[in-house]
């Protein structure tokens, strides 16, 4: 099983709807959780962090979390073409004592006018 | 500019040469991580470097890479002997000392190596 689990799509959403990102985390422990968005030849950028179960809003972005079913996801309302990237699921994974930022594959999300 | 620096942003090697790849941190950051991304694949931790200290390397293959982040200068990734599938984006991030292991890394554009 992988430690962060991310469909790869391509997800496509029409402009306006919202988009919603999914991620499954194996650590059971993890306790930080975050999202980073990376444009097409570009580097990642942070975009949302969250630490607690509930919902975390900043702007059009909304961060889900539920460590019961070791679930995190992303909602994107009012979807713009600039939203157009992939977004990588990224979890703090404690190996023998060693915290890392461990990613997942990513989910390519693709907004159509 | 602030942020992360990578260089070179590209480069070309033929198999069996050696591949340096430096990062300079953000201004006040003394905590470097290295990362590799393959084509349609997600980020890889390789290393995490505070200054003269490598703090976390397992994520380094065993053999022909090394790492190192001196007192005075950039962190350097090192490839020694490269190969085909060596080629890949390699991303620098830094955090802020206060900011260790919060998960909130700031990336370099990377460096992107082609192996011929």
């Known amino acids: 099983q992988k430690e962060v689990e991310q469909n790869s799509g391509p997800l496509s959403v029409p402009e306006g709807a919202i988009a919603s990102l999914n991620c499954t985390y194996s650590?059971?422990?993890?306790?930080?959780f975050f999202w980073y968005r990376q444009y097409s030849g570009k580097s990642p950028e942070l975009i949302m962090s969250i630490y607690s179960n509930g919902d975390k809003e900043d702007g059009r972005f909304t961060a889900q979390l539920n460590k019961a079913s070791q679930y995190v996801s992303l909602l994107i309302r009012d979807s713009q073409p600039s939203d157009s990237a992939t977004y990588l699921c990224a979890v703090i994974i404690v190996n023998f004592g060693n915290e890392k930022l461990t990613f997942g594959t990513g989910t390519r999300l693709t907004i159509i006018p | 500019n602030a942020g992360v620096m990578q260089n070179p942003r590209h480069l070309v090697r033929r198999r069996g040469q050696e591949a340096r790849l430096r990062c300079s941190p953000m201004?006040?950051?003394?905590?470097v991580y290295w990362y590799r991304q393959l084509p349609e694949e997600g980020l890889k931790f390789m290393v995490y470097l505070q200054k003269e200290n490598i703090i976390d390397e397992s994520g380094m293959p065993k053999e022909r890479f090394s790492a190192e982040f001196p007192k005075e200068g950039p962190s350097i990734l090192r490839i020694q002997q490269v190969v085909r599938g060596d080629s890949a984006a390699y991303f620098c991030?830094?955090?802020?000392?206060?900011?260790?292991?919060?998960?909130?890394?700031?990336f370099g554009e990377g460096s992107r190596l082609t192996v011929l």
């Open positions: 201004k006040g950051h003394s905590h």
């Open positions: 650590d059971r422990g993890s306790q930080s």
């Open positions: 991030a830094s955090s802020h000392p206060r900011q260790r292991n919060t998960g909130e890394l700031f």
